[in-house]
Nanobody
Framework: QVQLVESGGGLVQTGGSLGLSCVAS????????MGWFRQAPGKEREFVAV???????YYADSVKGRFAISRENATNTAYLQMNNLKPEDTAVYYC?????????????????WGQGTQVTVSS
C-alpha cells in the first residue's frame, strides 16, 4: 500500500510560478512511476505529467515547456514545478503512483492517488 500526500498549492498571479510536492509512504518508491493529474471545476480529471522509475518524463501538450516533473528517491518525493501559469491551469492537482507508467500516462488509472491540492491562478 502506498499513501501520497501533496503540498504546495496556493494562489498565484498569471505568469507566476508554483511548486508542488508529493511525499509517498513505503520503501519501494524508486520502483514506482509518479504522476500528476488535475481537475478543474466542471471538467474531467486530466493527465498532466509522469516520471517513470528510470527518470523518463512525459507531459500533456497543454503544459509542455512550462511544467517540469522530477523525483528524489532518497526522500520518497515527487515534484511538479509550474512556471508561466495561466488562469486555465486553475484546478485541484492530484499526485498519483503506479508501478506501470502506462497506467498513469495512457490509461489514467493509477493504483494510488493523493488527496489533492488546490492551485488557483488569478488573471
Amino acid at each position: 500500500q502506498v499513501q501520497l500526500v501533496e503540498s504546495g498549492g496556493g494562489l498565484v498571479q498569471t505568469g507566476g510560478s508554483l511548486g508542488l510536492s508529493c511525499v509517498a509512504s513505503g520503501r519501494t518508491f524508486s520502483t514506482y512511476a509518479m504522476g500528476w493529474f488535475r481537475q478543474a471545476p466542471g471538467k474531467e480529471r486530466e493527465f498532466v505529467a509522469v516520471i517513470d522509475w528510470g527518470g523518463r518524463t512525459y507531459y500533456a501538450d497543454s503544459v509542455k515547456g512550462r511544467f517540469a516533473i522530477s523525483r528524489e528517491n532518497a526522500t520518497n518525493t515527487a515534484y511538479l514545478q509550474m512556471n508561466n501559469l495561466k488562469p486555465e491551469d486553475t484546478a485541484v492537482y492530484y499526485c498519483a503512483a503506479d508501478v506501470w507508467s502506462a497506467k498513469i500516462r495512457l490509461h489514467h488509472t493509477p493504483s494510488y492517488w493523493g488527496q489533492g491540492t488546490q492551485v488557483t491562478v488569478s488573471s
